[in-house]
T-cell receptor, first 115, second 113 residues
Framework: DAGVIQSPRHEVTEMGQEVTLRCKPI?????LFWYRQTMMRGLELLIY????????DSGMPEDRFSAKMPNASFSTLKIQPSEPRDSAVYFC?????????????FGPGTRLLVL | KQEVTQIPAALSVPEGENLVLNCSFT??????LQWFRQDPGKGLTSLLL?????REQTSGRLNASLDKSSGRSTLYIAASQPGDSATYLC????????????FGKGTMLLVSP
């Protein structure tokens, strides 16, 4: 398997624009996680899905953030409108069975810069 | 609320030294603890996963120990090499039975030739 795939790898946009981040989890994994990483706050969980259903979105900072998982092989994280404070590295991770059993497999991340 | 702290935040050592990275967590009711490695500009890669019933796990030059009662874990790296330079993060399940992880902020390690 190619691992968790994220696109784009880098995104530079202007404040107010819509940003869509994409993730393809490892085939067969039933959990998908979206994280955000900054120097100040470290790695924060934004939302996670189990079998394509959002389970906990309490980490989503504002209504400007939304995430979907239309099928087992694809998920998106959307920011609309984007703000400079959204600049961070966004990671997608997947696993089978949750954190109780298996480790999480991370994608390479999307580096977002909002000007 | 589970909180994870890693000390030190950064560490610089010459090649060949043995070193210890520390991780502490506030809620000892954990099922497991994981150590990850993050190279600059890359995602996280799992190094070791210790189940709550285990006291340690070993992989090559890496040895991770877990003391649930004291809320501590250590990652021991033997005979460090420049290729070990990376950020090391530990993570525990956010709450018992939960499928999410709480991460420490990591220790940035630099091994000089």
């Amino acid at each position: 398997d190619a691992g968790v795939i994220q696109s784009p790898r880098h995104e530079v946009t202007e404040m107010g624009q819509e940003v869509t981040l994409r993730c393809k989890p490892i085939s067969g994994h039933d959990y998908l996680f979206w994280y955000r990483q900054t120097m100040m706050r470290g790695l924060e969980l934004l939302i996670y899905f189990n079998n394509n259903v959002p389970i906990d979105d309490s980490g989503m900072p504002e209504d400007r953030f939304s995430a979907k998982m239309p099928n087992a092989s694809f998920s998106t994280l959307k920011i609309q409108p984007s703000e400079p404070r959204d600049s961070a590295v966004y990671f997608c991770a997947s696993t089978y069975g949750g954190a109780l059993i298996e480790t999480q497999y991370f994608g390479p991340g999307t580096r977002l810069l909002v000007l | 609320k589970q909180e994870v702290t890693q000390i030190p935040a950064a560490l610089s050592v010459p090649e060949g030294e043995n070193l210890v990275l520390n991780c502490s967590f506030t809620d000892s009711a954990i099922y497991n603890l994981q150590w990850f490695r993050q190279d600059p500009g890359k995602g996280l890669t799992s190094l070791l996963l210790i189940q709550s019933s285990q006291r340690e796990q070993t992989s090559g030059r890496l040895n991770a120990s877990l003391d649930k009662s004291s809320g501590r874990s250590t990652l021991y790296i033997a005979a460090s090499q420049p290729g070990d330079s990376a950020t090391y993060l530990c993570a525990v399940p956010t709450n018992p039975g939960y499928s999410t992880l709480t991460f420490g902020k990591g220790t940035m390690l630099l091994v000089s030739p």
